[in-house]
């Protein structure tokens, strides 16, 4: 009887890594489509309206880029728009190479409305262009984390068994 109660934590467990695993990669594109929407409307309201950095920061743009900008907007208190920019990138629930090409994008956006303009188009491309890859990828590595997930834990629990 406790091995068949074992066997099916360990099931279980296996449903809720397999869970797990799947949301954070789901988190991880809503990100990035939050984010590069945002930069697309940062970039038009800069070249349209001339709005400067700190008031385009406060603005709403979804939950997942909400928490980007906040992070921004609070570092601004203790360092310079990039250092602060690099900060918030940190916290993103993004792969390294990601968010290090976000922290990177922050000294960018230093200068005149053209260079600002070009940084905020650059980061929206470049996140587009990853996110259309793990879209166009998306339903493979789902099969492959259920087959991982769910066969260690099928083969822990036949050994308990």
Do not use: K
Request: charged share 25%; glycine share 6%.
């Amino acid at each position: 009887m406790l091995r068949w109660l074992g066997a099916g934590l360990i099931l279980a467990a296996a449903l809720l890594t397999r869970r797990t695993l799947l949301e954070t990669d789901r988190a991880a594109q809503r990100t990035r489509r939050a984010l590069a929407a945002s930069f697309e409307t940062m970039e038009s309201e800069v070249r349209a309206l001339l709005t400067p950095l700190p008031a385009l920061l406060r603005q709403r743009y979804g939950e997942e880029a909400d928490a980007f900008f906040a992070a921004v907007t609070r570092e601004l208190h203790r360092a310079d728009l990039p250092g602060a920019w690099r900060v918030a990138a940190a916290e993103l629930p993004l792969p390294p190479e990601e968010r290090e090409a976000v922290a990177q994008m922050g000294a960018r956006l230093t200068g005149d409305e053209a260079a600002v303009c070009g940084a905020l188009s650059l980061g929206a491309v470049q996140l587009r262009r990853i996110a259309d890859a793990a879209e166009a990828q998306r339903a493979q590595r789902e099969r492959l984390t259920s087959t991982l997930c769910l066969g260690a834990g099928a083969l822990l629990a036949l050994m308990l068994l």
